[in-house]
């Protein structure tokens, strides 16, 4: 029997070979993770979670209508720091220095799509 680790790494070097005309695709949708849930898992979750949050409404003003684009601004910059001195999304005082390098947006409907959320305009999952 080979080593999961082995299998493993032969399944990623198996991705990353270079297709002719096409690529890989993931069939189905997986719905759990091999992974026993610790309190690591789970701080480093609700730690991805609070600053996807965060960013997410920093993100939303610059989406939303405004009167200029300079009140846009300011209204991120009141948010950013907002979330920085939020005890609740920041604990460390570590979070929101700087706009993450990939925003929110970039990743919304994949993340909804991934855990069940119908994402499209005009539905309802709640």
Known sequence: MVAPVQRRGFLRGLVSLP???????LIGSPTAVAEPCTLGLLDRY???????YGEALIERCALAPST????????????REWC???????????????????????????VLSTVGCDWREGSSWL
């Not at 297709?19 to 695709?25: D, N, Q, R």
């Not at 920085?84 to 994949?110: G, I, M, V």
């Open 19 to 25: 297709l002719i005309g096409g690529g890989v695709t």
């Open 46 to 52: 609700t730690d991805w979670l609070a600053v996807e």
């Open 68 to 79: 200029s684009h300079a009140h846009s601004l300011a209204i991120m910059k009141f948010r």
């Open 84 to 110: 920085q001195d939020n005890r609740t999304l920041n604990p460390r005082r570590d979070k929101f220095e700087h706009p993450p390098a990939t925003l929110p947006s970039t990743r919304a409907a994949l």
